[in-house]
């Protein structure tokens, strides 16, 4: 299974041709999500966003002196009274987002950035949701027929997680793209293949491109993707390809797509 990091969407947004031509550069800072209307550690996402911001901000106003947290900050950050600045802190700190640093003094870990730099997303109602899963089956369709560059064809997408649910407020979605092989690919004009790993952070790219509430997994075989699911697309053309490796090596394919590559 490979999983993207979300911020590899942002060079997608171009011409079907350039994105086919030149996947994403790797080592992109990640860029965690929160979703507005849940809570985190307590707090709405807006609102707990908002906090550690002010928290960053202020310590960054400090200058060159220690960058120390007490309780007293923590709640004029996150407009707290004293109880629940209390139950703030003890949840960061289980969380890893702060480190005690002395009686009453504490500092940042590591997570606390990940939170302040947050993207606070909408979710989706389910006809939003049916509508961008209509949008990722029509590039399906494209990447099937025209990315001659990339290796991979999508065989099936399979939709998982809150849209199996009754609910009508969709936080993700959460798609499996099963893969093939494409025949010769980047043969055609003398065009050479892409690596298996650029070929999948390509069209997993793409994909979240349409949308930041859109989580990506490729996989090889569908007894790998999660229970329940729906089949949203699946490709009526031939998949087999006159150079197929034995089954054995094509079991061996699809194991090191798991172990080395992971697309959140």
């Known amino acids: 299974m490979y999983d993207v990091d979300p911020s590899d969407a942002g060079s ?40 550690a911001r002010r928290t960053l901000a202020r310590l960054s106003a400090l200058g060159n002196e220690p960058p120390r947290i007490d309780l007293r900050g923590l709640g004029e950050d996150f407009r707290l009274d ?49 509508e961008l899963l209509d949008k990722v089956c029509t590039l399906a369709v494209k990447i099937n027929a025209g990315w001659e560059r990339n290796p991979f064809r999508i065989r099936m997408i ?32 003398g065009k050479t293949p892409l690596s298996k790993g650029d070929a999948l952070r390509q069209i997993a790219a793409t994909a979240k491109a349409l949308s930041p509430l859109i989580v990506v997994r490729a996989v090889t075989a569908k007894e790998s993707v999660e229970r329940p699911f729906s089949v949203a697309f699946q490709a009526d053309d031939d998949f087999g390809d ?20 992971s697309l959140k």
């Open 158 to 189: 399979l939709v998982t997680g809150s849209y199996m649910s009754r609910s009508d407020r969709i936080p993700e979605l959460a798609l499996w793209l099963l893969l093939g092989r494409r025949r010769e690919a980047g043969t055609r004009r």
């Open 82 to 130: 004293a109880a629940a600045s209390w139950a703030l802190l003890r949840a960061m700190l289980a969380d890893g987002l702060l480190c005690y640093d002395g009686p009453s003094d504490y500092r940042l870990g590591e997570r606390f950035q990940e939170y302040a730099l947050a993207h606070v997303v909408t979710p989706l109602s389910r006809a939003q949701a049916r």
């Open 242 to 261: 006159s150079s197929t490796p034995s089954w054995g090596r094509f079991r061996e394919w699809g194991a090191s797509i798991s172990r080395r590559l």
């Open 12 to 51: 997608s947004r171009q011409s079907d041709a350039k994105a086919e031509a030149a996947p994403r550069a790797r080592g992109a800072a990640k860029i965690r999500r929160l979703i507005a209307g849940e809570r985190y550690f307590g707090i709405e996402a807006q609102a707990f966003h908002e906090g």
